[in-house]
């Protein structure tokens, strides 16, 4: 563990288990340290605590959104999100869990309509992966050229008071 372990965190997770259909928040103690992603204190309770909790990961390099989950209400990617000492972590809205923070990924398809755009910038700031870009010094939505990467979480959509984005998820 590196310099900067320093207390305990807690960390609520909501778990679902799909054996019951039961959705449950259950809360872990583990070390805090500031050198630590979220996906660090994951892999924690999975490795010294509870084997049983489902913790969705792939490249562990930031780079294919397979961790994807809300920390503290907001949709992240877990190994390259800083661990914070007191967290709630969610699966990823929108999408069928399978268990606990694991969730099923399909494609989705973006319809972005600029007319209805009032050029707020939330989309820009909530989705986490950048598929809407600043340009012309304003913060205007774009859809980016490659909507293949997009996970279908859907905040985009929310936040858009204008209703300019739809996201359909294909089965
Ligand atoms: S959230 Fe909606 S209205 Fe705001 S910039 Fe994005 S598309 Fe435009
Ligand atoms: S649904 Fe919207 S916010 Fe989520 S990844 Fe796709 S474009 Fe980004
Ligand atoms: S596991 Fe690939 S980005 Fe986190």
Redesign the pocket.
């Known amino acids: 563990m590196s310099k900067g372990k320093e207390t305990n965190a807690k960390i609520e997770i909501l778990r679902y288990n799909p054996n019951t259909g039961k959705r449950y928040i259950q809360t872990y103690v583990t070390p805090f340290d500031s050198g630590w992603s979220v ?1 660090n204190s994951l892999l924690y309770i999975y490795e010294e605590l509870d084997s049983s909790l489902g913790v969705p ?11 994807a989950m809300r920390v503290n209400g907001k949709t992240t ?4 999100t800083p661990m914070e000492r007191n967290m709630r972590v969610e699966a990823v809205s929108n999408l069928r869990v399978i268990k606990d923070l694991i969730v099923e990924y399909g494609r989705a398809n973006i319809s972005y309509d600029p007319e209805k755009c009032t050029k707020c910038g939330l989309c820009v700031e909530i989705c986490p992966i950048n598929i809407w870009s600043v340009s012309d010094r304003k913060r205007v939505a774009e859809k980016s050229k490659d909507d293949v990467l997009c996970i279908g979480c859907g905040e985009c959509e929310k936040s858009c008071k204008g209703e300019a984005i739809r996201i359909e998820l294909v089965k």
């Not at 990961?57 to 961790?67: I, N, S, V």
């Not at 990617?77 to 390259?80: E, G, H, K, N, R």
Request: hydrophobic share 30%; charged share 5%; glycine share 12%.
């Open positions: 996906m990961y792939m490249c562990l390099q930031g780079r294919c959104m397979g961790c990617c877990a190994c390259s």
